[in-house]
């Protein structure tokens, strides 16, 4: 199963409200990435924290990571319209070598 | 700084044919990997590639499908005799360095091929 496990799959809100994703690892990591997907686009790299990071802010963004519970969570503030997106996390995992794994993203809709 | 290339956009091949995927990392990237999208579902790991190496292909059907990244030129995928099942978007990242250097990838704007 996939390395990172994001939830809610789905998120409806108002705009002006926060949005709160979460992610969940199961292997030792390096560092843990949001990425943002606009519908049929690539992906847009949001945030990067290390695993010695427990919260890092970007604008709206604020990511906070737990590495004894294998988990974080993306917070974004006063959502926008524009936000509506899918929004993926992903780690690099050190075991075996590097790879990037990615969950399979929480879809967010920010209603106007 | 043009960033992760990929093309074409859209690929339509029937059952049987060849798919190629290119895709031209960011200038200075050595280090390139591929994932694949299936609709409504995250990103897969395929493979990871660094010039003339790869690195990691764990992620990789071992059957018909190839990825190189050769000492010029973009980095290709190749896939064999295609079948339904491979209709997916194709996500190509680079970066200056592997991960374990946390840094973060750019993405392509991927490559949609439809089996018909």
């Known amino acids: 199963s996939q390395q990172g496990e994001e939830d809610p799959q789905a998120l409806s809100i108002q705009e002006g409200e926060n949005a709160t994703m979460n992610c969940s690892y199961k292997?030792?990591?390096?560092?843990l990435q949001w990425y943002r997907q606009n519908s049929g686009r690539g992906l847009v790299h949001l945030i990067l924290?290390?695993?010695?990071?427990r919260e890092k802010h970007s604008g709206r963004l604020r990511v906070t990571l737990d590495t004894s519970k294998k988990s974080s969570s993306l917070l974004i503030t006063a959502s926008r319209a524009a936000d509506t997106a899918s929004y993926f996390c992903?780690?690099?995992?050190?075991?075996?070598?590097?790879?990037?794994?990615f969950g399979a993203g929480t879809r967010l809709f920010v209603k106007a | 700084n043009a960033g992760v290339m990929q093309n074409p956009r859209h690929l339509v091949r029937r059952r049987g044919q060849e798919a190629r995927l290119r895709c031209s990392p960011m200038?200075?990237?050595?280090?390139v990997y591929w994932y694949r999208q299936l609709p409504e579902e995250g990103l897969k790991f395929m493979v990871y590639?660094?010039?003339?190496?790869?690195?990691?292909e764990s992620g990789m059907p071992k059957e018909r499908f190839s990825a190189e990244f050769p000492k010029e030129g973009p980095s290709i995928l190749r896939i064999q005799q295609v079948v339904r099942g491979d209709s997916a978007a194709y996500f190509c990242?680079?970066?200056?360095?592997?991960?374990?250097?946390?840094?973060?990838?750019?993405f392509g704007q991927g490559t949609r091929l439809t089996v018909v």
């Open positions: 992903a780690t690099d995992v050190i075991t075996g070598g590097f790879k990037t794994i």
């Open positions: 990242a680079s970066s200056p360095r592997s991960g374990a250097g946390n840094t973060e990838a750019f």
């Open positions: 924290i290390r695993s010695n990071e």
């Open positions: 292997t030792s990591i390096n560092n």
């Open positions: 200038k200075g990237h050595s280090h």
């Open positions: 590639l660094q010039k003339e190496n790869i690195i990691d």
